[in-house]
């Protein structure tokens, strides 16, 4: 064989090679992508990577293996959350562990597993004691991270931009000025508006992001120290992505009295500062003051909802006497004067201002009206079937010294019938899932009617079916939540979470329900077999 016609050959099988790795990422993409569309993202994440490694050079193969690779991690990760919230601690181990392995950035994975992998040594016989927690590891442990503390931009000083460009790559741009690579969310295809105008001097690389963001209206999410995910700015997105919902809040700035009223103060004399400060997630409304003992800031208190009468009562001044009372007037710095509101001239045609009022008040069919909210509570929010504050406290207590008497603790959430908040509680100990569960059992009982507890069980009987309920409706599944129904009347919600010491979520919340209301609350019934902690 001559050499020419080797040649001919080499170059011939060359081609063919290369052909048959575009068609292997072809293939892969589109299986890649028949996963992503049932959430199936690990699959996903795979069949990209494989379509990635036939074209490294495909920037759209990239971005969506990132994509998913994100996702992916972050479904086992709250795979692991649920069964920790379960205590199955050898399966929460298991997901945490395949989130930290697909994703290495994922700190919060490697943290649960961490504090996971502790609780399952602690558990087996001759294991050493674990150290009594201190003061400040607790504080620690609670501290929520900012969304700085996650970043790792490169760049660290303030930056000058004037551009005028398409909205997708102004977003681009200033990623890549920080050195931080940007996402978007699938879902965001297009921009309004479709390209921005920036004249910036001297921001830094979040105030021009969160700038952008407003612009825009999206807002960003952390997905590792070096990317962030840009996405439209709704509450269906808020709530499928946005991870913390309730916090524990430690504030670093600003730490006193002081410095908050100062912060109230500005706004009054320059209202125009109230849009920047709503911007940088600040209520400009006086009612929150930091708890300081010892010169420790240890969390804050938010009042609101009463009629400002100052100086004898304001929602400010009604924090301010219950801190008094509870940490010492020696540890609670005073109150100082506020700026007087300025007075608005009246306008020239003043809008009419209509009432809304009836002179029937609202029924209630509930046999105790202590259940229930009355009188001119009832009269103002038009309706006579809600849980009142006091039977929730109770439930509540009964449920907290249930826990307590199993060796445990608990996280409790009651809702009324329209699905506003009416009594919370967090025991000592109780960490973010078990709270946020809680308040997921309670919502979930309140849309559905049924126990969650139902939902447990189909998803024993017929797996298949938890599909629909989970991603489509937004349900939680696990046991312990309950619609609050008295005399055959809805009239809230309950959601516990944390276990309660082992004696099960459900039947703690049961526990509450029959201490308060009686036989007259409805309440689940097993087959006589039925005997595990619910």
């Known amino acids: 064989m001559n050499a020419h016609y080797k040649l001919k050959i080499f170059g011939t099988l060359l081609i063919v090679v290369t052909l048959a790795g575009c068609a292997g990422g072809k293939t892969a993409f589109k299986d890649a992508g028949k996963a992503e569309i049932t959430r199936d993202y690990e ?3 795979l069949q990209y990577k494989k379509a990635l490694d036939a074209e490294p050079d495909n920037t759209e193969y990239r971005v969506k293996y ?77 501290r929520t991270l900012s969304y700085q503390s996650q970043l790792e931009p490169t760049l660290k000083v303030p930056i000058t931009i004037h551009l005028a460009q398409n909205t997708r790559t102004a977003f681009e741009t200033i990623g890549e000025m920080a050195g931080i690579h940007v996402l978007f969310d699938r879902d965001l295809r297009t921009f309004a508006p479709a390209t921005v105008t920036l004249d910036l001097d001297n921001v830094s690389f979040y105030q021009a992001l969160d700038i952008l963001n407003v612009q ?39 730490t006193s009295t002081q410095e908050l009223n100062d912060i109230m103060n500005q706004v009054r004399q320059n209202p125009n500062t109230e849009l920047q400060r709503i911007q940088l997630g600040m209520f400009a409304n006086s009612g929150g003051l930091p708890v300081v003992v010892n010169k420790q800031l240890i969390g804050v208190i938010g009042v609101g909802g009463s009629a400002p009468r100052v100086p004898v009562w304001s929602d400010e001044i009604c924090g301010h006497k219950a801190l008094e009372q509870v940490v010492g007037a020696a540890n609670v710095a005073p109150l100082i004067q506020d700026v007087a509101n300025p007075q608005n001239a009246p306008p020239a045609n003043p809008a009419p201002v209509p009432r809304f009022v009836t002179a029937t008040p609202p029924k209630s069919n ?14 103002g929010v038009f309706e006579g079937n809600q849980i009142s ?52 059992k309670a919502q979930t009982s309140l849309q559905a009617r049924v126990p969650t507890s139902v ?77 595990a902690a619910r």
């Open 43 to 45: 699959t996903a994440m």
């Open 216 to 254: 825009t209206k999206t807002w960003w999410q952390v997905v590792d120290k070096n990317t962030i995910l840009i996405i439209e700015d709704n509450s269906t997105k808020r709530r499928d992505l946005e991870e913390v919902v309730l916090k524990v809040i430690y504030l670093s700035n600003p």
């Open 389 to 440: 504050l006091a039977a929730a406290k109770k439930i509540a207590k009964v449920c907290r010294d249930f826990a307590a008497a199993k060796g445990g603790s608990m996280s409790l959430y009651i809702v009324d019938n329209a699905g506003e908040f009416v009594h919370v509680e967090r025991m000592d100990g109780q960490v973010f899932n078990n709270i946020r569960t809680a308040l997921m």
């Open 455 to 531: 939902y447990t069980a189909q998803g024993r009987n017929n797996p298949a079916g938890q599909n629909r309920t989970i991603v489509e409706y937004d349900f939680f599944t696990n046991a312990g939540g309950l619609p609050i129904v008295v005399d055959g009347q809805m009239i809230g919600a309950v959601g516990v979470g944390g276990g309660a010491g082992g004696g099960g979520d459900e039947n703690c919340a049961i526990e509450g329900l029959k201490a308060t209301f009686g036989d007259h609350v409805t309440l689940p019934t097993y087959p006589a077999a039925t005997t």
């Open 366 to 379: 509930i046999s105790n009206p202590e259940w229930v909210v009355g009188g001119k509570g009832a009269a």
């Open 66 to 142: 990132e994509q998913t690779r994100f996702a992916a991690a972050y479904a086992h990760f709250q795979k692991g959350r649920i069964a920790l919230d379960a205590a199955n601690l050898e399966t929460a181990q298991t997901e945490f562990a395949r989130a930290k392995e697909i994703d290495p950035s994922h700190d919060f994975a490697a943290q649960e597993l961490a504090r996971v992998t502790e609780l399952i040594a602690g558990r087996r016989t001759g294991a050493p004691a674990a150290p009594v927690p201190t003061f400040e590891s607790i504080r620690q442990s609670a």
